[in-house]
């Protein structure tokens, strides 16, 4: 038997969380938004181009991979989702493609992003160039100075990448100057959101753009093996890999969803990014969802070796999951996922993103507790990391 | 007499309402109740209390940093109605409004805020990021009114239903884009003022970007009242004597309010 899937209600809210708090300055901009990807969502024609576009600018469906060897040390069959092997190197681009033949249909002429580590940047740098639109990047000024390869990425494919100077100066300030810029800008610009965060519909329609991991993995399992996995399992930063593969997974109620968020530290230190695990609901960047805050509902800063699961918040269906139990939240240290990057590296040739290593990690952690197949996002490949990598072996 | 017949009666009188907005606990909470005075003694009719918050994303980088300022200073929204309570026992004439972004109202809970706000004689809450369909989010016995926005882009159906969910008076986001003094506000103003005057029926109060008394004579007789921000956090900045500076920015606006056309 099958479940029904979530849907947002007619607010925006998935159970008490998601909404859309946002200025009214941005109300018009949303419910053009809402209309535009209701109909463009039952349109076979843009469904063509997009399929289209994840086929042949990525390589979609992405291989479903039997880690043989990691199969064996963990004592369960392990497949890993390949969504490294996307263009540009993570699953970042299938909601970039979404979005802009969304935005290319809506007529708008600049696309607006923000970004963290850049995978997002990069992915929006890259669409917004394979449609001629013009490009704004809003990165926070200590990630540019960390990143400064993806900056160099972005602008040779024609974006512009404007430094964020405020709070913190991270991922969080990014998506501030973004929602400022698309304020001041709202009747040309388009937002692509790179996560399943921000207000209703942004949550829904990332999640709708991810969900090709789910369905396809879905599908390659029954081929493969004529069965379900016992377990899916996925890093979460602001949630969009993991929701992408948990949402057409949770139409089976047999299947265990974990989503591992970056301890970072560890979740008794204050250097963690475990927002389920230790925050408390609240309102940051148009949705209500969990937030890693203090008492007085001050917005806290994140803390993962991981720069993709560097984020104080967390979508808002994964908040919804976190409530009803239908998905279950742990956390991984950055040390665990050091040795989970190794370990792949090693048995499978494999060289994951410190952010996919999260989830690897709790395999790893679980190894001969496991009760069944585990259907395992690998939402990118390594190569980003390699170099803070080397500097976390020399101890820095 | 409630705060929307107070609104209602300076709106009928013919007085043109001067509403500063100041960041609680800019430059330090110490100086909140003293610049609260001071902009009495300049002439305000009622003043905006705004809560620093961590994540601004409606300020542009003056109201931004007055709320880091602020919030590095030990500034907080329990601390912003103690001083709003001390200034309504002592000037209960002139009525504080908070303004603040969600979050920090939420993560104090609604009842506590509602009780709590009520003691301080709070007259109405202003809440950049809450649109009036979550209005519920900060529902309690006690809440002072919420406040209404509306923006340039903001539609003509729109408009009307903001009318009809009411308030003791709109706030009419001058620009699109964030807060932030302006030199020059587009000429498009006025008539988007009018525009929303009329479509709503309710007392419009006009906020964002509005920096130089010369800016009134254009913009006053379209609306009820000016709001203004970020250009008082920027006289503040650095002053000597914030008291002082507070009350001098704030009388030439006064002035050329109560100027006849
Ligand atoms: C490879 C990879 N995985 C995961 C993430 C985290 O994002 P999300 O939780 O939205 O999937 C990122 C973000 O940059 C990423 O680059």
Redesign the pocket.
């Given at each position: 038997m099958t479940r029904p899937l979530t849907q947002p209600d007619d607010r925006g809210f998935f159970g008490a969380f998601g909404g859309r708090f946002v200025p009214e300055t941005l109300k018009p901009a949303l419910d053009e938004l809402s209309v535009a990807y209701a109909v463009a969502k039952d349109d076979p024609s843009f469904q063509a181009e997009f399929a289209e576009a994840l086929a042949t600018y990525s390589c979609h469906p992405t291989p479903l991979y039997h880690a043989e060897r990691l199969s064996e040390h963990v004592g369960v069959p392990v497949y890993l989702k390949r969504?490294?092997l996307n263009h540009l190197?993570?699953?970042?681009v299938n909601n970039a493609l979404g979005q802009i033949i969304l935005a290319r249909r809506m007529g708008k002429k600049r696309i607006i992003a923000e970004?963290?580590?850049g995978?997002?940047g990069v992915a929006t740098a890259a669409v917004a160039a394979r449609f001629g639109l013009e490009c704004m990047v809003h990165m926070g000024e200590e990630d540019i100075r960390r990143q400064k390869l993806n900056v160099r990425r972005m602008e040779l494919m024609g974006a512009t990448v404007k430094p964020a100077l405020s709070g913190s100066r991270t991922l969080k300030d990014a998506t501030n100057e973004a929602i400022r810029d698309w304020v001041a800008n709202v009747e040309t610009t388009f937002y692509l959101i790179?996560?399943?965060?921000g207000p209703h519909p942004y949550p829904s329609m990332?999640r709708d753009f991810?969900s090709c991991i789910g369905r396809e993995a879905l599908a390659q399992m029954q081929e493969r093996t004529g069965g379900l996995p016992t377990y899916g399992v996925?890093?979460?930063?602001?949630?969009?890999?993991?929701?992408?593969l948990f949402h057409p997974l949770s139409a089976h109620p047999e299947i265990e969803l974990i989503g591992i968020e970056a301890a970072g530290e560890g979740v008794d230190t204050e250097r963690h990014a475990a927002t389920l695990t230790k925050g408390f609901p609240g309102v940051l960047h148009g949705a209500m969802s969990y937030l890693l805050q203090d008492a007085e509902g001050q917005v806290t800063e994140a803390h993962s070796i991981?720069?993709?699961?560097d984020?104080p918040g967390i979508?808002p269906e994964h908040a919804h999951f976190h409530t009803t139990g239908r998905a279950r939240y742990e956390s991984a240290t950055d040390a665990e996922a050091i040795n989970a990057f190794e370990t792949l590296s090693c048995l499978e040739g494999i060289i994951p993103?410190?952010?996919?290593s999260h989830a690897l990690a709790w395999v790893l952690r679980n190894a001969g507790k496991l009760k069944g197949p585990v259907l395992l996002c690998l939402?990118?490949?390594g190569d980003?990391d390699m170099e803070e990598y080397l500097l976390h072996k020399e101890g820095k | 007499m409630n705060f929307t017949e107070f609104i209602a009666q300076r709106v009928a009188s013919g007085r043109k309402l001067l509403v500063p907005y100041l960041c609680a606990g800019y430059p330090t909470p110490d100086h909140t109740v003293s610049l609260l005075h001071a902009l009495a003694d300049g002439g305000a009719d009622f003043i905006e209390l705004g809560i620093p918050f961590s994540d601004p994303l409606a300020d542009g980088p003056v109201l931004q940093a007055a709320s880091l300022v602020a919030l590095r200073a030990g500034s907080t929204l329990e601390k912003a109605l103690e001083a709003a309570a001390t200034f309504h026992a002592q000037r209960p004439e002139v009525p504080v409004a908070l303004m603040g972004y969600t979050n920090p109202f939420l993560a104090m809970g609604a009842e506590p805020l509602a009780r709590k706000a009520e003691a301080a004689g709070i007259a109405a809450l202003l809440v950049p990021d809450l649109l009036p369909e979550l209005w519920d989010h900060l529902a309690a016995p006690g809440m002072p009114p919420l406040v209404p926005f509306a923006a340039p882009n903001t539609p003509e159906a729109r408009l009307k239903e903001l009318g009809s969910i009411g308030g003791p008076f709109l706030y009419a986001v001058a620009v699109l884009g964030v807060t932030g003094a302006r030199e020059n506000l587009s000429d498009s103003v006025p008539a988007f003022l009018a525009r929303t005057k009329a479509k709503t029926g309710l007392p419009v109060l006009a906020g964002f970007g509005i920096s130089r008394p010369e800016q009134v004579p254009d913009l006053a007789p379209a609306c009820d009242g000016l709001i203004i921000g970020s250009a008082l956090a920027k006289a503040l900045d650095g002053a000597a004597d914030p008291v002082q500076a507070a009350k001098d920015f704030l009388i030439p606006f006064r002035v050329a309010m109560d100027k006849k056309p």
């Open positions: 969504e490294d190197g993570a699953h970042k970004t963290g580590a995978q997002h790179g996560s399943v965060v990332v991810q996925a890093c979460v930063g602001g949630g969009s890999n993991a929701m992408g991981s720069a993709g699961l984020y979508g993103a410190f952010e996919s939402s990118g490949r980003k | -």
